[in-house]
């Protein structure tokens, strides 16, 4: 019986990604643990393995396909002693929503929609061989549950006046399908609900939307902007920051933190790092950072304010064990925070040499899940653009932020004297649903304390 291999899910809030590029090709052999493909997500590229042994029938799914819904089959293997032509013929049909590779899509000026959106000349070409119409959204069931259906399959049942949830699905794990439209269609099977009218008042209730996308193209002259359409990281930021400032009751506190002591320290810890031979000579084994230091003062405030350590859900505050310290890492076009896990119990060279290799990654797209999902905490940095100070956006589930502006030269009073002191503000964003302001303001306070003693964070 042939072996379908399936898009997987490569973390909890996957639910689709692109396949851009086979390692296997059909009539190779292949076994548990192989690796046979690299599938990109919104933030990663990670690579696929066999779960079967077989050899690969067929291919379902070109390399270079996008938006390749998570089940959907993408090869069919042949199981020991099966005739493979026979196994390519008796696997499921590709996936309806696959994507033309992106070697095809690059012929095109732009994507249909925005071609819609900016209304350009008339097309060259018929509509019908344009590529596919855009999905309709995907439907729910009258209890609020998600149907899991085919773009094609919406769209059909749209036009036949089907009710999705009236229909069975006979794709991979119950998905709606072309087939099981047109059965029902044939059958007579149960026809949707006319949409209700929205009373006035409850026109009234709605949010206000924003102007639409082709009423904001109508502002600028045609010929005077090109489109960027949105990949799936700024998709996914966009999603993740619309969600956190619609739901989070979040505030802002302040802190004005003496840098001073702790350059010198990171200059006399650097200046006595050991040596280490390398193919290009020897070099220090660590060079500390300033953020180094940040991101080690944040995981201890956290742990002598453990009730600040916590994140929000609907029926309790999870209190976590550990301070697992994001730190934000621009790269091309997106932003990415990986994860430095037990950060309160690491040495200040270990979070050093432990961020550089995060950061390295993330912007070769080969971080794990693991290495960036979750976290309770986050530092942004931007001090070194010459930024005094700025507020970020509470990234959940985290509860808290750090936002980091350039150390600057200042008169400061010590001792009863005005002398001159490096001076770095830190603004910390709260979640108040999880952290009152006394607690957020401890939290602060804990922070500029590690930071003007550094001695503290080596021992």
Sequence with gaps: MPINITMPALSPTMEEGNLTKWLVKEGDKVGPGDVIAE????????????????????????????????????????AEGEDVADAAKGGDAAPETAEAPKQEAAKAEAPKEEKTEAAPAKAEKPVADQGPAPSTPAPVSKSG??????????????????DLSAVSGSGPHGRIVKTDVEKAASSGGAKAAPAAVPSAGAAAAAPAKGPSDENILKLFAEGSYELLPHDGMR????????????????????????????????????????????EKGEVPAFKLSVNDFIIKAMALALRDVPMANASWTSTARVLHKHADVGVAVSIPDGLITPI???????????????????????????????????????????????????????????????SIGAGVEKPVVRGGKIEVGTVMTATFAFDHRVIDGALGAELASAFKRYIENPMGMLV
């Design 39 to 78: 599938i990109e997500t919104d933030k990663a590229t990670m690579e696929v393995e066999a779960v079967d042994e077989g050899v690969v029938a067929k291919l379902v799914v070109p390399a270079g396909s996008e938006a390749v819904k998570v089940n959907a089959v993408i090869a069919i293997l042949a």
């Design 145 to 162: 549950e998600r149907i899991f259906a085919s773009p094609l399959a919406r769209r059909l049942a749209k036009d036949a006046g089907l």
């Design 235 to 278: 998709k996914t930021i966009a999603s993740r920051l619309t969600e956190s400032t619609q739901t989070v009751p979040s505030y802002t506190v302040s802190m004005e933190c003496e840098l001073d002591a702790m350059l010198k320290l990171r200059a006399e810890i650097n200046a006595s790092a050991p040596v280490k031979k390398t």
């Design 340 to 402: 430095v896990r037990n950060a309160e119990t690491k040495t200040l060279s270990a979070i050093s040499n432990e961020v550089k290799d995060l950061a390295k990654r993330a912007r070769d797209k080969k971080l794990k899940p693991e290495e960036y999902q979750g976290g309770t905490t986050s530092v942004s940095n931007l001090g070194m653009f010459g930024v005094s100070s700025f507020t970020s956006i509470v990234n959940l589930p985290q509860a808290s932020i750090v």
